[in-house]
Each structure stands twice: as structure tokens, then as C-alpha cells.
Nanobody, 125 residues
Framework: VQLQASGGGLVHSGGSLTISCAAS????????MAWFRQAPGKEREFVAG????????HYGDSVKGRFTISRDNAKKMVYLQMNNLKPGDTAVYYC???????????????????WGQGTLVTVSS
């Protein structure tokens, strides 16, 4: 699976933004997908994940209630809708995938085989 993230940009605090991840390859429809982010000088952080069908989702504590992950298997796309953005959300956002079981390791970056290049989201105060 090859992944390409897009849609990042500059947004004011309190604003909204949706970023996208385009996938290629037949394994996408059976892959669990996730978004991670990494701010300068910080470790990569789990943001949100969804199972192959999109029925199951899991969110990092810092984004619960503000971010929504979704997917469209027919279009081979994964989305992250981000609402009420804060300056602390500023980071490079990465999409990742893994064709394996959905379980308690889905928030670990080590779980994922496939990674896209990042897209930068900057939230101004």
C-alpha cells in the first residue's frame, strides 16, 4: 500500500480543517488505517485510527471530541476532520496502514507497515 497525505495548511485557532490520505494497492480495503502527528522536538503521537471497514475507531486523548477519522474504501481514501483546532495541534500529520487484526496496539506506530509522507498543519493563535 502506498499512501499520500494532503490538505494541510494554516488555520486560525478554533478553526477546522480536513486532511486526506490517498492510498493505492489492493491491500487498502483490508488495512486498518491511522493518523499520527509529530511536532518539532516531540515524539510521534497517535491521533486516530479506524479498522478496515470504518466501523471501529479509536482516538488519542488530546483529540477526542474534536477530530473524526473516516474512510472511503471505494475511493481508497482516509480522512481526518479536525475541528476546534488549537496551537498545540500544530504538527506534521502522517497516515499509516496495517493489514492485520484490530486490537490494543492500534495506537502504536510500531504496528503500522505502511506510511505516507506528512502534511503540515499549522494552527495560529
Amino acid at each position: 500500500v502506498q499512501l499520500q497525505a494532503s490538505g494541510g495548511g494554516l488555520v486560525h485557532s478554533g478553526g477546522s480543517l480536513t486532511i486526506s490520505c490517498a492510498a493505492s494497492g489492493p491491500a487498502f480495503s483490508r488495512s486498518n488505517m491511522a493518523w499520527f502527528r509529530q511536532a518539532p522536538g516531540k515524539e510521534r503521537e497517535f491521533v486516530a485510527g479506524t479498522n478496515w471497514s470504518g466501523v471501529l475507531t479509536h482516538y488519542g486523548d488530546s483529540v477526542k471530541g474534536r477530530f473524526t477519522i473516516s474512510r472511503d474504501n471505494a475511493k481508497k481514501m482516509v480522512y481526518l476532520q479536525m475541528n476546534n483546532l488549537k496551537p498545540g495541534d500544530t504538527a506534521v500529520y502522517y497516515c499509516a496502514g496495517h493489514a492485520g487484526p484490530w486490537g490494543n496496539t492500534v495506537d502504536s506506530s510500531e504496528y503500522y507497515y505502511y506510511w505516507g509522507q506528512g502534511t503540515l498543519v499549522t494552527v495560529s493563535s
